[in-house]
């Protein structure tokens, strides 16, 4: 875990585990800053942590997490951030001294090139020397450089770390502050509503102790000299009271305006606090050291320069001695090295003039880098100390403000209480009106406590009438066969007992209260909550469940006295409600009371009375002739919807007697096809029998060997109506097999059908073309017209419209019922059972893909009840409309064809 330090800006790396405590942290912290552990404060994500717990109840260490995304922990120092605590001195930092390595000297050892005849040849051990100095004295220049950048880098790295100890404890302020600013704000939103009511309190005192004075008993309690509301409470103790809450009121006032500005000027402080940055540009400085690594990359080409002169002149002197010692005699040879000694000197003058001043100046750029980093630091430890100084004591105030504000709302709760005496002056009248409404309802339950006891009573007697008829009817015929006394000592001649229920109309001990006087309450109360009744959402609960208390239990007045009973109780329960709603407002606290209106009342209050009543009836007014016109305009429409159920029944007339006449004209032209579809199957049937009598003749008379071949050679010539209807139904059923491949989406073999198709025999060849043309749109994916002509006995198929006496193509579903090939999305059209059974077999041959057929006979039906039942036989979803055809093979068309 990584730990920084505010003050220094120096890092620590603990080796620690989630269950290590906090306590063990501090102690190891102090032994490697110096901080006690007492004087410590280690704060993560603006927390502060409890030695007490462990680093896991923080989300500490966090393993797994990069070093970027890892919780950072600050170790500050109680004693610094104490005010007026001065702060640290400055930590001193030496500067890299420069090596300088010995100047090469002039009485070097004796080199083999000394004694050379030529200066240049014996100039060569100079220049190695020279060479090796120079890069020896860049080598030191470019460590201490080197040095200075890394102190340079450490210097800013700590200042980082103090500015995002000083960003941590902002946090932590910032968390405390958005807690008082909260707090804050529900007081001071709680307060101005009490401030509110407690100053409209005060300010209408006088108005109510007047409107006390003013408002008299009723006659009937006005005893022991209490005439009035204000004879009935203490004045002298209400205007007390009155003095003491105006004192407080006052007093309070002040105290909460000395806080709201003690709270502004925190406020302004810690958005200071937030706007006031470090005195040291963290991220310029930044900037600048990485500016300042180009010297060192200078320095480093310099160098490799330093070196490889160093190399060429170290090899040059090799290769000199040894072309001296191997061949002495030969000049050419030895112009050679000359040469390369005469490159030498620039390299040299290069060195001296150019490269080492370079790394010179580098150095001293970056002993001046390193220079302005100390200052740097130090500005920055003291910025730090004064933040810190700062944010210290801005918690300190963050913590008074929070005890002040506890202490303000229970001082806030206890002059809250203390109004609640003073508010006396406006309960006493609405207590009042409150018991007179509630006198006046209790008269209302009396009466209809009464009646449903009178209606109770009533029923008990029918109840005991019916027994009593019951009992007489027992007896009637067992009083002929037993003595009279047996009967009279088994009880049997006694009557069931009367039900008798006293029960007073009204209730002697209650004020006598008017219905005019009720209504009169009702209607000052209403004008003087009027506001108050629109906010109050349990108005209307009471009378709700008055009004299920008073549930009528009579089946329904059976006469006149029973029709007035009933209207008494209506009466009564009218009277109970207006009382309850009355008892109701008058508890209703407005958010200032209207004058009462008294026996005593003034000219000014009777005209609001009368201007509240007006607005009341034209209220009134406009809600009647609304309700009018809405019942107007649903006249209109229960007439027009009555003009169109009568066209609708009209239609529905008529449409039910074209269905008969065509039910009657169906049913004959059924039985005429049922003939003819007999006649034709009987005709089938003579045929099959003619045609095997004449197989067994030419059998018998040409032999075993040719029968087959000449045979059929004979039927197809003789027998041209057999041939004609074989080919049809080869070509029907090759119909079905591309509408069947249609429907499951298989590709039809064009080529393949049609070489099979034109090898049948048929009379005219355009059957077969319209065979192969239909083919090609099925399989091209393109609709068949309407009305289109199928490939069958030279006849249309219908595919939109089916009526009597047209053709029609079924093929079977999934549950292999046959239906109707149609390309319009009407009804279903389905071939019954029976006619599916008859036209199966064409021309002998069973035919299962295609079925073309006439129909006779059609029916319209719902789909209902579960798939497969009776009411639903082919499947189909409940609600769904389906027709079920009957249909004949057109016999006479196909012998035709």
Excluded at 604 to 629: M, N, Y
Aim: one cysteine or more; hydrophobic letters at 35%; glycine letters at 6%.
């Amino acid at each position: 875990m990584l730990v920084l330090v505010a003050l220094s800006g120096r890092s620590y790396e603990l080796d620690c585990g989630a269950n290590t405590r906090v306590e063990q942290v501090v102690q190891a912290l102090a032994s490697l800053t110096g901080v006690a552990a007492t004087d410590q404060i280690l704060i993560c994500a603006g927390v502060k942590l409890d030695v007490g717990r462990t680093l896991s109840h923080y989300g500490l260490p966090g393993e797994g997490e990069s070093a970027e995304g890892a919780k950072r922990v600050f170790l500050y120092s109680k004693p610094t951030l104490r005010y007026g605590a001065p702060p640290p001195p400055p930590e001193p930092v030496q500067q890299p001294r420069v090596e300088l390595p010995p100047a090469p000297s002039v009485h070097a050892a004796v080199h083999p090139l000394d004694e050379s005849s030529s200066p240049l040849i014996r100039a060569l051990p100079h220049y190695e020397r020279q060479f090796n100095h120079h890069l020896q004295k860049g080598q030191a220049v470019w460590r201490a450089t080197q040095a200075r950048f890394e102190l340079c880098r450490k210097l800013v790295a700590e200042m980082h770390v103090q500015a995002l100890a000083i960003d941590s404890a902002r946090e932590n302020v910032d968390v405390h502050f958005a807690y008082i600013c909260k707090a804050h704000a529900e007081f001071e939103q709680l307060n101005a509503t009490r401030q509110s009511l407690q100053a409209d309190l005060l300010g209408t005192f006088e108005q109510d102790m007047v409107r006390l004075r003013d408002t008299e008993l009723h006659p009937a309690v006005q005893v022991g000299g209490q005439r009035t509301l204000l004879d009935c409470v203490s004045e002298p103790k209400l205007r007390k009271w009155r003095d003491d809450c105006a004192n407080s009121y006052e007093h309070f006032s002040r105290k909460v305006g000395d806080l709201s500005a003690m709270f502004t000027q925190l406020q302004n402080n810690v958005e200071e606090l937030f706007m006031t940055g470090p005195d040291v540009d963290v991220g310029a400085l930044e900037a600048k050291l990485e500016a300042s690594h180009s010297h060192i990359e200078e320095q480093a080409t310099i160098m490799q320069s330093l070196a490889k002169d160093l190399n060429t002149v170290k090899k040059l002197v090799e290769d000199t001695v040894g072309q001296i010692s191997h061949d002495t005699s030969s000049s050419t040879s030895a112009m050679r090295p000359l040469d390369a000694c005469s490159a030498l000197d620039p390299m040299n003058e290069s060195h001296l003039n150019s490269h080492l001043p370079t790394i010179e100046a580098a150095d001293t750029q970056l002993e001046r880098m390193l220079a302005y980093c100390v200052e740097c630091k130090g500005a920055m430890s003291r910025c730090v100390c004064l933040q810190l100084q700062s944010i210290s004591q801005l918690q300190s105030r963050i913590r008074d403000m929070r005890n002040k504000l506890a202490a303000f709302k229970e001082v806030g709760s206890r002059q809250e209480g203390l109004f609640r005496e003073l508010q006396v002056v406006r309960r006493v009248p609405q207590s009042y009106r409150a018991c007179l409404a509630e006198v006046a309802r209790r008269h209302a339950y009396a009466q209809l406590y009464a009646a449903e006891a009178g209606k109770m009573a009533e029923q008990m007697g029918k109840y005991r009438d019916k027994e009593v008829t019951r009992r007489e009817a027992f007896l009637k015929p067992h009083q002929h066969y037993l003595p009279g006394e047996v009967l009279r000592r088994m009880g049997l001649y006694e009557q069931p007992p009367q039900c008798e229920v006293s029960v007073p109309a009204n209730d002697p001990g209650l004020l006598n209260i008017s219905d005019s006087e009720l209504r009169q309450l009702g209607l000052d109360t209403f004008l003087r909550n009027k506001r108050a009744l629109r906010s109050v959402p349990g108005t209307t609960r009471d009378v709700d469940s008055e009004e299920d208390c008073h549930t009528d239990t009579t089946d329904g007045p059976a006469d006149e006295s029973s029709e007035c009973r009933s209207l008494s109780l209506e009466n009564a329960k009218l009277r109970a409600d207006l009382a309850a709603h009355v008892a109701v407002l008058c508890m209703v606290s407005p958010d200032k009371q209207a004058p009462i209106i008294s026996r005593g009342e003034s000219q000014g209050d009777r005209r609001d009375t009368e201007l509240g009543a007006s607005a009341a009836e034209s209220f009134v007014s406009d809600a009647l002739a609304a309700k009018d016109a809405v019942c107007d305009r649903l006249r209109e429409e229960l007439a027009s919807s009555q003009k169109r159920l009568a066209a609708c029944e009209l239609r529905v007339n008529e449409l039910e007697e074209r269905t008969y006449a065509l039910g009657q004209s169906s049913h004959a032209q059924t039985q005429e096809l049922e003939r003819d579809s007999k006649r034709s199957h009987v005709e089938a049937e003579l045929k099959q029998d003619h045609k095997k009598d004449y197989e067994l003749e030419v059998q018998h008379a040409t032999g075993a060997a040719d029968v087959t071949g000449q045979c059929t050679h004979e039927v197809r010539s003789t027998n041209p109506e057999d041939a004609a209807v074989t080919s049809c139904g080869t070509l029907l059923e090759a119909v079905g097999v591309f509408v069947g491949k249609t429907l499951r989406g298989e590709p039809i073999d064009m080529a393949a059908e049609e070489k099979r198709l034109r090898s049948i025999e048929v009379r005219d060849s355009t059957v077969v073309e319209n065979v192969l043309a239909m083919a090609a749109a099925l399989n091209a994916g393109r609709d068949i017209a309407p009305d289109s002509h199928m490939p069958s006995v030279g006849a249309s198929l219908s595919f939109a419209a089916f009526g009597l006496q047209q053709l029609a193509a079924f093929v079977p579903d999934e549950h292999g019922n046959y239906m109707a090939l149609s390309s319009r999305n009407a009804p279903r059209h389905f071939l019954s059972v029976e006619s599916a059974e008859l036209l199966r077999n064409v021309g002998g041959e069973q035919i299962d893909h295609c079925i073309v057929g006439q129909i006779i006979r059609i029916e319209n039906h719902l789909a209902q009840g579960v798939a497969g039942g009776a009411g639903n036989p082919y499947n189909l979803p409940p609600g769904t409309e389906f027709v079920v055809v009957d249909a004949c093979a057109p016999a006479d068309a196909l012998i035709g064809q």
